[in-house]
């Protein structure tokens, strides 16, 4: 079985500091991992994802992440946070198969101080 | 934008009334997902499918059920809504397994009095 859990239900950094939103995963076959966006009162939107291409990846709006297996983790990071960067975000992980699902971990919100 | 569309937006109904959302999208996208969203616990998935007539369960099936008759329909049903089903559902589509982006709906406000 699949599954997520994102350390922190709510996070608050100071505009201009790092952003750190922790994940790790558990999976008995290697994972598809991504990080999502969500606004207020809009849906998901893909921030980034790893497909065992490279363990950093990169997404939008200036996010990274880095997968590390020995620590089963999938950490979100942003060097300097921005103040449109407040929004909640979720981890999600899936799976190679025919029959797969995406399975989301509990979600972060983000806030931002000026 | 994925052109998903989720109908109704919003919806108010009464204790013990079967209730059905709609999920309609025009990318031609293998699967689909119905999620609901609740404060502390993010996204849950009710029930995919994985082709036409091809569904399953998710980890908060109870309660709710589904239907795919096309690629681009699917459909969720409340059976006997109650008042903890009032949430906010999202439908989600992927192009295949794994490793390919979910695009989602801009979700239905249900809410159970």
């Known amino acids: 079985a699949q599954s997520v859990t994102q350390l922190g239900s709510h996070v608050s950094v100071s505009e201009g500091a790092l952003v750190l939103l922790r994940c790790n995963y558990s999976s008995s076959v290697p994972p598809y991992l991504f990080w999502y966006v969500q606004y207020p009162n809009q849906g998901l939107q893909l921030l980034l994802k790893?497909?065992?291409?490279?363990?950093l990846v990169k997404g939008i709006n200036g996010f990274e992440a880095e997968f590390k297996k020995s620590e089963t983790s999938f950490h979100l990071t942003k060097p300097s946070a921005h103040m449109s960067d407040a929004a909640e975000y979720f981890c999600a992980v899936s799976r190679d198969s025919s029959a797969s699902k995406i399975i989301f971990g509990s979600g972060t919100r983000l806030s931002i101080r000026p | 934008d994925a052109g998903i569309t989720q109908s109704p937006r919003h919806k108010v109904t009464e204790t013990g009334t079967p209730v059905t959302l709609r999920c309609h999208q025009t990318?031609?996208?293998?699967?689909m997902y119905w999620y609901r969203q609740d404060p502390g616990h993010g996204l849950r998935l009710i029930h995919y499918?994985?082709?036409?007539?091809?569904?399953d369960k998710g980890e908060v099936s109870d309660g709710y059920s589904v239907s795919r008759s096309k690629t681009e329909d699917f459909l969720l049903t409340l059976e006997s809504a109650t008042s903890s089903q009032t949430s906010v559902y999202f439908c989600?589509?992927?192009?295949?397994?794994?490793?390919?982006?979910?695009?989602f709906g801009q979700g239905t406000r249900l809410t159970v009095v």
């Open positions: 790893y497909t065992s291409a490279a363990t």
């Open positions: 989600a589509i992927s192009e295949s397994s794994g490793n390919t982006e979910a695009f």
């Open positions: 990318e031609n996208h293998r699967y």
């Open positions: 499918s994985y082709g036409v007539k091809d569904t």
